[in-house]
């Protein structure tokens, strides 16, 4: 299967996967930008041209570029003598990790030791906070397991984002991620 066999939301998946991309939000606003630029038939985009539409000063953009490259994200392709950038990069590797994501996800509703981690983690998280997990916090368990967390690591991110008085899931998420980098 190729990307050009199945259409991926670009937006969507950038949003979902830029952590998993070490990217910042940042990052993906110069994306979102370069893309933009891209949509509207602009054949140069330069540091000075996406600051035009970003709050950010043309160093930060050129160090944003230059991190986006070396990361294999955007890349500068010759046509007619002219250089030109693309995001070609960063759609083929979206559509890997939504090609990833879409195998754990039918694994996940298929393996029922998968499902019962989940349902195990969700019942301590609704003790610790005492209330009912929301479809979107839910969302982030699964997450967590198809990215190799187990009850014990979920558990001991619960307990430090306590500890440090971060008691929400955008914190064990952050203590979660950080242990993968």
Excluded: H
């Excluded at 830029?18 to 140069?44: G, M, P, R, T």
């Excluded at 950010?56 to 953009?61: A, E, G, N, R, V």
């Excluded at 693309?86 to 996800?105: A, G, H, I, R, S």
């Excluded at 008691?167 to 998420?173: E, G, H, K, L, V």
């Amino acid at each position: 299967m190729n990307s050009s066999i199945v259409k991926i939301n670009f937006d969507f998946f950038c949003v979902k996967f830029y952590k998993q991309l070490l990217l910042n939000e940042v990052d993906l606003a110069v994306i979102f930008v370069i893309k933009y630029l891209l949509d509207s038939e602009n054949q140069v985009i330069t540091p000075e041209i996406i600051a035009l539409y970003m709050n950010l000063p043309i160093s930060q953009i050129d160090k944003i570029l230059l991190k986006l490259i070396n990361k294999k994200y955007i890349a500068y392709v010759k046509r007619n003598n002219e250089f030109f950038v693309t995001l070609k990069p960063l759609e083929d590797k979206l559509f890997q990790m939504y090609c990833v994501y879409f195998n754990k996800q039918n694994f996940l509703k298929s393996d029922k030791k998968t499902v019962e981690e989940v349902e195990l983690i969700i019942d301590m998280m609704k003790q610790k906070f005492s209330r009912d997990i929301l479809d979107i916090e839910r969302n982030f368990v699964c997450e967590w397991v198809l990215n190799g967390f187990d009850f014990n690591d979920c558990k001991n991110a619960v307990n430090i984002a306590f500890e440090n008085g971060s008691c929400n899931f955008r914190a064990i998420d952050d203590i979660l991620m950080n242990r993968i980098k």
